[in-house]
Structures are given as C-alpha cells and as structure tokens.
C-alpha cells in the first residue's frame, strides 16, 4: 500500500507540476538568482590564488549548480540544442524552491539568517534541508572535479566551512573521499558514464538516480528533523518529477 500510495503522489505532483509549467514561460523556470549566481570560476572571489565559495551563501550555492550546468551542455547536446536536457536541472530546482519557500533560513530564529531585510542569502547550518542540500551540490561538485569535467584542480578551490557544525561536513576532494565515499564513488560513476560517448539518455537517469539516492543516506541518518521526514518524501518525488517533466519536453 505505501508503495501505492508514493506513486500516486508522484503522480499527481507531476501532472501539477506540468500544468503549471504550461501556463508559464521557460524563463519563470529559472531557479531565484540564477542570473546573479556565478557562471565560472572567475565570478567568485579570489584569495591566496584560490577561488572561495561559501555554501552557506545561497548564490555561492547555486553558482556551483551553474557552473555544473554550464560545464557539462556539451554531454547532452546530443539530446537537445540548448541545454534543456541537462538532467542535473533537477537540482537546482530544488535548491530554488528550498530557497523560495523559506526552508534555508535559521528556524530557530536565533539569527536573521535567510529573512528579509537582514541577511536574505544566508543559509542556515540549523536548516534541515540546508544540510541535506549540501551533500547534493558540494560533494557532486567536487565529483565533478575530480572526473576532470570542470578544467580545475580541487587544490584551486577553497570550499568555507559553515559558522558551527564543522564535523558534519566535508570539504574538498580527500576530506569527502574519506568522510563519505559512496556518495563521491556515486557520482563520479555518473560523471564518467555522462562522459562516454555511448552514453544514453536512460542509463544516464540510472546514474543520476543512484548517485542521488546515495547523497541521502549520510545526510538524513545525521540531521534529524521528525517534522520534516514527510516533507523529505515529497522533496525527493519533487526531483524525481522535475526529471521526468524535463526528459519530456
Ligand atoms: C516570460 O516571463 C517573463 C518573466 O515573467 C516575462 O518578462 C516575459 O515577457 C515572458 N515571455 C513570454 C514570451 O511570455
Ligand atoms: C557557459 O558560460 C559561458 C561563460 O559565462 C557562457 O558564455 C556560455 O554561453 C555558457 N554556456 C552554456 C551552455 O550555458
Ligand atoms: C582549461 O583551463 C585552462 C587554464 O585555466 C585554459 O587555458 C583552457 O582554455 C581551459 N580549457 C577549456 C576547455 O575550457
């Protein structure tokens, strides 16, 4: 019956999520800030020599999806001209809903962390989904490092760690290698499948479900929030939707 009942929500979020995709136009689909979130590394800032992105920034987040985004069009070009393909848009589209509705700012409220006017961009290490997020955007991109997909060397980037917490994170290639190896070796095997040329669109949503589902492992059994355990169901259906509704456009 759970069973049942998982698809049926599945599906009915993706039939909502396709109407309202009729009624808009493609550029609503943007993630919140796409266009003021860093497109390549040089966007960041520099220090000693390194570019030092803060995952606790929301666009510094994002920046990351972009330049994943940007660096890997070429691997789905064969599917359709402009990127829309891209698989990997699931993610950011999930971190901009996250974003939109609230759920990376401090729900403690002890900070103005993620509130307006305050600090609006803040992502809060005491958010849930802030700290499941992150094992799907730094250690993703730090595969992508690795597999070489992004022309820079892990040792030419500084990822900062959050203001507490800093146990609970990994934050370059080794560290995460050695903190949570199924969720690197996950998607590096998505990387490498998306970089060989016989690579189809099917396999690739394999990879990509494999690699995702080994990113939560870690995360949900670490950060517990039993208001939320529902919410995690119906986040992962959001993805999974977000797929299903891009592989049909
Ligand atoms: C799409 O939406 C954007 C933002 O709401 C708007 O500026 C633009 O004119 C719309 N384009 C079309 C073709 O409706
Ligand atoms: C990737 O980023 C570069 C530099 O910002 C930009 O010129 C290019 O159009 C982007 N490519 C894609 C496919 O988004
Ligand atoms: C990779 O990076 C090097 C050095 O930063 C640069 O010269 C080269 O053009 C880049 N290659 C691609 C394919 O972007």
């Avoid at 606790?56 to 599917?79: E, H, P, S």
């Avoid at 901009?96 to 002890?110: E, I």
């Avoid at 993703?140 to 959050?162: E, M, R, Y």
Wanted: aromatic share 16%; charged share 15%; glycine share 4%.
């Amino acid at each position: 019956m759970a069973f049942l009942a998982f698809w049926a929500w599945a599906l009915v979020g993706c039939l909502a999520a396709a109407a309202l995709a009729q009624d808009s136009n493609l550029s609503t689909l943007y993630p919140p800030l796409w266009d003021e979130s860093p497109e390549q590394f040089s966007d960041y800032r520099v220090e000693n020599g390194k570019y030092i992105i803060d995952p606790w920034v929301f666009t510094d987040r994002m920046g990351m999806y972009r330049i994943l985004l940007n660096q890997t069009a070429k691997y789905f070009a064969k599917f359709a001209p402009e990127n829309e393909q891209n698989i990997l848009w699931g993610l950011p589209l999930q971190h901009g809903w996250q974003y939109r509705s609230g759920r990376l700012a401090d729900p403690t409220r002890r900070t103005d962390c993620g509130y307006y006017p305050g600090d609006t961009l803040c992502i809060s290490v005491d958010s849930w989904w802030a700290d499941i997020n992150y094992y799907l955007s730094v250690p993703p991109f730090l595969a992508a490092i690795d597999s070489g997909i992004l022309n820079i060397s892990s040792t030419q980037i500084k990822i900062l760690p959050p203001p507490e917490d800093e146990a609970k994170f990994c934050y370059d290639v080794s560290g995460c290698q050695s903190f949570v190896p199924e969720i690197m070796d996950g998607w590096r095997a998505f990387f490498q499948y998306m970089q060989s040329p016989s690579s189809d669109f099917e396999g690739l949503l394999k990879y990509l479900w494999d690699a995702h589902t080994s990113s939560l492992d870690y995360p949900v059994s670490v950060f517990v929030d039993s208001r939320n355990n529902l919410w995690a169901h119906f986040s992962f259906l959001f993805l999974m939707c977000v797929h299903v509704y891009i592989s049909c456009m």
